[in-house]
């Protein structure tokens, strides 16, 4: 078994062990009406206000790109966000007819929400609550570090003690049962330590909300 599997046992045991403590989404805020805007709305875009309650916040405009990368012997998907535009709340975004991503930043991490709304014909609101994110602190990285070497040595312990004891040869035997050991143990304090610094975590809500149609610009 090779090392990348091996750091297969640790991913495992802290998704089980539940490293992440997730609160309930904040509350999702009602609707509000935005200042008027002068500018008018091009031909074929829609106009929509975006307000975050917890203040002036940047508001991106992304696009989910997807796609793959190759990881040892294997391709794995991953996702990258590209930036479309930028504006900071409360502001008016207008953006061609449908479907758009929008991201909103997490407060205390470098982390996004993101939230789906539409741009129609009549103008709307989007407003937003923003989610935060705290780390477990040195706690949890050091629980992290535990957990994946603990897992290492399990694993070579695996490999040395049968090869050991098919040859017998108590050296390698020896070797085996205290490298499963040392990796029994580690994992298990990497997992206690993680368990009690977890990394909290509240996603934020938002919603879209119709506005009263007008003749000229909001």
Known sequence: MT????LLVPALA???AGCIHAFPAVATPGPAEPAPSEAPVPPGYGRIYVDVVDGPTQVQVVEVVEGTEKV?????ETETLEVQSVCRSPCVLDLKLGQHTLAFPMRGSG???LADVTASSNPTIYRRSLGWRQSGGAGFALGVLGAAFGGVSLVTGAALLPVGLAKDRSGLILSG???LGVGALLTAAGIWTI??????EQAGAGAQYALPESDGPR
């Open 111 to 113: 982390g996004v929400d």
């Open 14 to 16: 802290l998704s089980a």
């Open 195 to 200: 368990v009690k610094n977890p990394v909290s």
């Open 3 to 6: 090392i990348r599997s091996a």
């Open 177 to 179: 049962e205290i490298t």
């Open 72 to 76: 040892g012997d294997q391709d794995m």
